[in-house]
Nanobody, 126 residues
Framework: QVQLAESGGGLVQAGGSLRLSCAASGRSFSSYVMGWFRQAPGKEREFVAA????????YYADSVKGRFIISRDNAKNTVDLEMNSLKIEDAAVYYC???????????????????WGQGTQVTVSS
């Protein structure tokens, strides 16, 4: 059974950095897509970043491009999200998700994703 566990959330000042990590377990994630999403209070969940496990191809939401970096560690089975130059509007609960695409048309920015973690809170103060 696939399990995803996020860690690394916390409180950070605007302009600061934070690194989130997602530990994936339950199977080999070769060929999977790993994604990060976030949901702020009163808002819908939105895509943040994704990475194809095998190729390492990355995808980013325009709002985080140039500030966030997604990466994976094959040995540790983790996917990290390095968040730099954090803004007030980046505050949210961040979720890790994964899916094994069933066709070549799968768009990592749209999903859908099959497995989700419980989320980790990121708070950005002014």
């Amino acid at each position: 059974q696939v399990q995803l566990a996020e860690s690394g959330g916390g409180l950070v000042q605007a302009g600061g950095s934070l690194r989130l990590s997602c530990a994936a377990s339950g199977r080999s994630f070769s060929s999977y897509v790993m994604g990060w999403f976030r949901q702020a209070p009163g808002k819908e969940r939105e895509f943040v970043a994704a990475i194809r496990w095998t190729s390492g191809t990355t995808y980013y939401a325009d709002s985080v491009k140039g500030r966030f970096i997604i990466s994976r560690d094959n040995a540790k089975n983790t996917v990290d999200l390095e968040m730099n130059s954090l803004k007030i509007e980046d505050a949210a609960v961040y979720y890790c998700a994964t899916v094994l695409p069933t066709n070549v048309y799968f768009n990592p920015t749209l999903g859908p994703y099959d497995y989700w973690g419980q989320g980790t809170q990121v708070t950005v103060s002014s």
